[in-house]
């Protein structure tokens, strides 16, 4: 794992700023459809994998800064079933992209093209459909001096590879 990338990982605290429960920021993650090539519509709509769950929670801290072993997220998933309705046990992968990492005062703006700059993939595993899986900073992340910028959302990704769950909305079926 690249600190530069666990780093962007820990600046998700700010990301997921949604209601609270105990002490955690959360975030209900929604089903992934499949893209729709061209102006038109497709219909119908269909998922981007084949799994289905009940939830999907991604989870932050509440506190505003980071350091060395501090929460970055946590994953809970609940209900998680193949495309027959059987419970799931397989790892998923949580995907974070790369975000702009800056150490100001020491190193500066890390450039887009470093290898210290890439993807963060975590294992989340499940075991008859349910899953948690925690993820803190590393002991090499700074405790002063670390701002580390995120642009896009990070996607839950089923034991197929494919687009299973990222942030979003979603109403009531």
Excluded: W
Aim: aromatic share 6%; net charge positive.
């Amino acid at each position: 794992m690249h600190l530069t990338s666990s780093l962007v990982l820990a600046a998700l605290v700010g990301f997921v700023a949604t209601a609270a429960a105990g002490g955690l920021n959360r975030n209900f993650l929604v089903p992934v459809y499949a893209a729709c090539p061209g102006s038109g519509n497709c219909t119908p709509p269909t998922r981007a994998s084949a799994y289905t769950f009940d939830s999907i929670v991604l989870f932050s801290s509440q506190q505003p800064y980071t350091g060395p072993g501090k929460l970055a997220l946590m994953v809970a998933v609940k209900g998680l079933k193949d495309g027959n309705g059987s419970p799931v046990t397989a790892t998923l992968q949580l995907r974070v992209p790369r975000g702009r990492t800056t150490i100001v005062g020491v190193i500066g703006t890390l450039g887009e093209t470093s290898p210290l700059v890439s993807d963060t993939v975590y294992e989340v595993p499940v075991s008859n459909g349910s899953g948690r899986a925690r993820f803190v900073a590393p002991d090499l992340t700074p405790e002063h001096g670390l701002v580390a910028n995120t642009f896009a959302a990070p996607v839950l990704y089923d034991p197929d590879g494919k687009e299973l769950a990222s942030t979003g909305a979603q109403s009531k079926p």
